[in-house]
């Protein structure tokens, strides 16, 4: 790390509207190191590295590489100075082959001559192999896994020569052994020299892969650290500005009667193979039943059954005694089956429209919300006045899109409206992806809170630590199997793993 910087921000301005999300940033990325950006959601990690990739183009204030001041006004100018960015959502077309991917805006005028393709191909996975991302070229990418559509971005950027490399919370859609598996990659880019900047809200994995941290708050750049030289706890004050209020810890109760059975349940997928292949579970009122698993193995398709989305092939499931005979969306709600769907802002939440209305779309028919099919507009107004101030949901103002909320306040608006309700089944999919620690401690209290009043939790999630502090009994499944089942007290990291992978 000697040499002039790769990369240098000075009082870095990006003001959208009324917002000022990035405010004189100042940050400095060596040639050859990890860089982790670090902050609470909306604390403008995103506006940051957009501006050096070019997607947003700075107010004012300057980017140097090397010492040259430069000019990035848009992804092609970032390119070209060999800055490369992996987005959350990926950019990638869905019908072309992986490496017809790679090599797409490449101006070589071979381009589309099969053979060529055939060997670039080749190439692309020696590459990817290389670097330890494997992948299929030759396949389209619609058939890749998420975690091989990310190695794609990244390999992309590698193809292309770039020396600076910046990930979006690349981890938030890995499975803990593919995290594991790209920090391992990226700590032999830093070895080849290349700089790598990433967010993450994973303290742990910060911990793990950075050699240095820098801590956003409210758009302001607070600190640069040396990951050798701090701690969880102090990165975490920074971000927050306080020491972080313990959460609530789960105290021990016992289970009440059964509220969901489900017996031999097999469910087939949209692409014909069984998604669920004679499941049987049961869950109890006043319990969070955790399901651990990989992407892909049947937690999609549970969650969806139970929401009345989903049709099932054979087997019986039974709520609240009521002998379910088909799969039904109202049918589901009014039994009191709340849903915290995985992709809050596709099949969560409208995007373009405010809290209010995004309140409402469950509720909008009842006769407290309306009056003879005409909605009390005041009295919702005040209602979801009252959510959200309950729920502790940051907006601007009410009628704000909630698209321009940051992740973890769409969540939190999510949950108000799902549980506002009582429910006598929270279905929670991956309730934290993406929240800072402060909004993950306020989803794991309000999910504590639900059982303490005897409600039941079916909690699906990829992330172990968040399983084993909150779930009275932890379901594995594993290609539409459950694979086994373990107590609170019983609950074991190593035997957990296992079971996600196969091994019983
Ligand atoms: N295109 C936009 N238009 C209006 N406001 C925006 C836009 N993009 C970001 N913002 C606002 O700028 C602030 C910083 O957002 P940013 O996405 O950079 O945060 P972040 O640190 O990446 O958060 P998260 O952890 O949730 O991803 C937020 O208040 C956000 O609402
Ligand atoms: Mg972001």
């Known amino acids: 790390m000697d040499g002039l910087p790769a990369v240098e921000f000075h009082n870095l301005v990006k003001q959208f509207g009324t917002v000022l999300a ?8 060596a040639k050859g190191e990890i860089h982790a950006l670090l902050g609470e959601n909306g604390a403008g990690k ?14 004012s204030g300057e980017i140097r590489m090397n010492g040259t001041a430069v000019k990035i006004h848009s992804p092609k100018d970032a390119a070209k100075l060999g800055i490369g960015m992996v987005f959350q959502n990926f950019r990638l077309v869905q019908t072309l082959t992986a490496a017809e991917n790679v090599v797409l805006g490449d101006s070589s005028p071979f381009w589309r001559t099969r053979r060529w393709m055939e060997r670039k191909t080749r190439e692309i996975e020696a590459l990817a192999l290389r670097v ?43 499975t803990p052994a593919e995290a594991d598996q790209l920090f391992a990659t990226l700590r032999k ?16 994995e910060v911990m793990a892969v950075a050699d240095r941290i820098s801590v956003m708050r409210k758009g302001q750049m607070l600190a640069t650290l040396d990951r050798a030289q701090t701690s969880e706890r102090e990165i975490a004050r920074l971000m927050v500005g306080q020491d972080r209020s313990p959460p609530k810890t789960r105290v021990p109760r016992e289970p009440g009667e059964p509220l969901l059975i489900m017996d031999k349940v097999t469910v087939v997928s949209d692409r014909g193979r069984h998604a669920l292949d004679e499941v049987s579970l049961t869950l109890n009122t006043g319990e969070i039943v955790g399901i651990a698993g990989v992407a892909g193995n049947g937690q999609k398709e549970l969650a969806e059954v139970l929401a009345g989305l989903h049709v099932w092939k054979s087997g019986t499931i039974t709520f609240r005694e009521f002998r379910w005979k088909g799969p039904s969306v109202r049918g589901s709600i009014k039994q009191g089956i709340a849903h915290v769907p995985e992709d809050r802002m596709i099949s969560g939440l409208a995007g373009g429209l405010g809290s209010v209305d995004n309140l409402l779309v469950k509720s909008y028919h009842s006769d407290e919300r309306a009056n003879l099919g005409f909605l009390r507009t005041a009295l919702n107004r005040l209602w979801s006045q009252g959510l959200v101030e309950q729920f502790d949901v ?10 321009q909320m940051s992740g973890g306040n769409q969540q939190k608006l999510l949950f108000a409206r799902e549980i506002h309700q009582r429910p006598h089944l929270l279905i929670a999919v ?24 005897g409600r039941s939790v079916l909690l699906i999630s990829e992330d172990l630590d968040e399983l084993l502090l909150l779930a009275d009994r932890i379901v594995v499944l594993f290609a539409g199997r459950v694979m086994g089942e373990m107590t609170h007290e019983r609950a074991d990291r190593e035997q957990l793993g296992m079971m996600m992978a196969g091994v019983t």
Not at 189 to 195: A, D, N, R, Y
Request: glycine share 8%.
């Open 189 to 204: 880019l830093k070895s080849e020299g290349k700089t790598i900047i990433l967010t993450t809200h994973k303290l742990k």
């Open 430 to 453: 991956h309730p934290s992806q993406g929240l800072d620690v402060g909004a993950t401690d306020a989803v794991h209290n309000l999910l504590l809170g639900l059982r303490a009043e």
């Open 22 to 29: 990035s405010d004189h940033v100042n940050l400095s990325l």
């Open 132 to 174: 330890g991302l494997p992948f299929a070229a030759g396949r389209p990418v619609a058939r890749l896994s998420v975690g091989e559509q990310q190695r794609v971005e990244i390999v992309k950027c590698l193809y292309r020569g770039n020396s600076v490399l910046i990930l979006d919370e690349p981890t938030s859609v890995l």
């Open 394 to 403: 940051r907006t601007a103002h009410l009628d704000a899109p909630v698209k």
């Open 46 to 59: 995103s506006t940051v590295m957009c501006m050096l990739s070019g997607v947003y183009r700075p107010t």
